[in-house]
């Protein structure tokens, strides 16, 4: 069983900045971050795979950078430039697929508890 325990969330303001991270108990190949807002499916937001292949919504190109440190089995994304559709349940996740970062939820086994960001206009 994998814990990911996750930390970073809260309020700010349009075009403010607000870093996640989420620390896992094992090493995993591929760690994501997925949001989901109220009324709406959870989606894809940036991952990451062991050797540093990263993907990103096209919401948050240029906005959002993902990072990870092997050594700590931890994963953090930094947000910047933050908008008011930002504001969402952001949840850190885990997958076996090692070769490229899928988009899809049902490729991922092990979630955290969720970290809520609200941006205020």
């Known amino acids: 069983q994998v814990q990911l325990v996750e930390s970073g969330g809260g309020l700010v303001q349009t075009g403010g900045s607000l870093r996640l991270s989420c620390a896992a108990s094992?090493?995993?190949?591929?760690m994501a971050w997925f949001r989901q807002a109220p009324g709406k499916e959870r989606e894809f937001v940036a991952g990451?795979?062991?050797?540093?292949?990263?993907a990103y919504a096209d919401a948050v190109k240029g906005r959002f950078t993902i990072s990870r440190d092997n050594t700590k089995n931890t994963v953090d994304l930094q947000m910047n430039s933050l908008k008011p559709e930002d504001t969402a349940v952001y949840y850190c996740a885990t997958s076996s697929i090692s070769a490229v970062v899928p988009g899809r939820p049902r490729n991922y086994d092990y979630w955290g508890q969720g970290t809520q960001v609200t941006v205020s206009s």
């Open positions: 990451i795979t062991g050797s540093f292949g990263k």
């Open positions: 094992v090493s995993r190949p591929t």
